[in-house]
Nanobody, 125 residues
Framework: QVQVVESGGGLVQPGGSLRVSCAVS????????MGWFRQAPGKAREFVST????????SYVDSVKGRFTISRDSAKNTVYLQMNGLRPEDTAVYYC??????????????????WGQGTQVIVSS
């Protein structure tokens, strides 16, 4: 059984930093990409960032470019999202997901097949 587990969410003040982690077990694919999505209260799920299997290709939604950094530890099937300069608009449940698109970058939710339960990130003073 494939498991995708996020961790590291919490409360942070505007301008602060937070790192969320995602651990995958059960090997959903021989090689796979991973991504982060978020869903704010009352809003649709939104793509945040993705990283390919090798970890050399990344993509970010415009609103987080320069503030967020995605990285991957392929050996441990773990992906991290370092979030700096957090804003209230970043408040959301952050979901980690797995995609069979391994070499290029998948930026749409439909490309992802395995999802975690999410970790809450609240940016507020």
């Amino acid at each position: 059984q494939v498991q995708v587990v996020e961790s590291g969410g919490g409360l942070v003040q505007p301008g602060g930093s937070l790192r969320v982690s995602c651990a995958v077990s059960g090997r959903p694919f021989t090689k796979y990409g991973m991504g982060w999505f978020r869903q704010a209260p009352g809003k649709a799920r939104e793509f945040v960032s993705t990283i390919n299997w090798s970890g050399v290709r990344t993509s970010y939604v415009d609103s987080v470019k320069g503030r967020f950094t995605i990285s991957r530890d392929s050996a441990k099937n773990t992906v991290y999202l370092q979030m700096n300069g957090l804003r209230p608009e970043d408040t959301a449940v952050y979901y980690c997901a797995v995609t069979g698109v391994a070499d290029t970058l998948a930026v749409v939710a439909a490309a992802y097949t395995c999802w975690g339960q999410g970790t809450q990130v609240i940016v507020s003073s």
